[in-house]
């Protein structure tokens, strides 16, 4: 069984900055693209950040700049600096990856619960 585990949201004033973390554990074999999505109220949950274990970034047109993902694949783990947070930025945001493990012998998405991240003064 794989979870992942998001923490690192609160309220925070326009312009301030947060750091989001992802942690995954499990029986996790091998880990592919890590990535960040949020969704505000009302609207569809978007993509924000991906991040390939190679290395490889990926973001938003309405976070570049703004926003950048890491990954520390020795403890399974992804993040999200994000500065110059802006009152369109609050939503709640999930972390995703794709993860193969043994037990299922394939890969398959999983899903955090999710942090909400306010943007308000």
């Known amino acids: 069984q794989v979870q992942l585990v998001e923490s690192g949201g609160g309220l925070v004033q326009p312009g301030g900055s947060l750091k989001l973390s992802c942690a995954a554990s499990?029986?996790?074999?091998?880990?592919?693209?890590m990535d960040w999505y949020r969704q505000a109220p009302g609207k569809e949950r978007e993509l924000v950040a991906i991040?390939?274990?190679?290395?490889?970034?990926n973001y938003a047109d309405s976070v570049k700049g703004r926003f950048t993902i890491s990954r520390d694949n020795a403890k399974n783990t992804v993040y999200l600096q994000m500065n110059s947070l802006k009152p369109e930025d609050t939503a709640v945001y999930y972390c995703?990856?794709?993860?193969?493990?043994?037990?299922?012998?394939?890969?398959?998405?999983?899903w955090g619960k999710g942090t909400l991240v306010t943007v308000s003064s």
């Open positions: 995703h990856a794709r993860i193969y493990t043994i037990s299922t012998m394939s890969t398959m998405d999983y």
């Open positions: 991040a390939t274990t190679g290395g490889l970034t």
């Open positions: 499990g029986s996790i074999f091998s880990i592919n693209a």
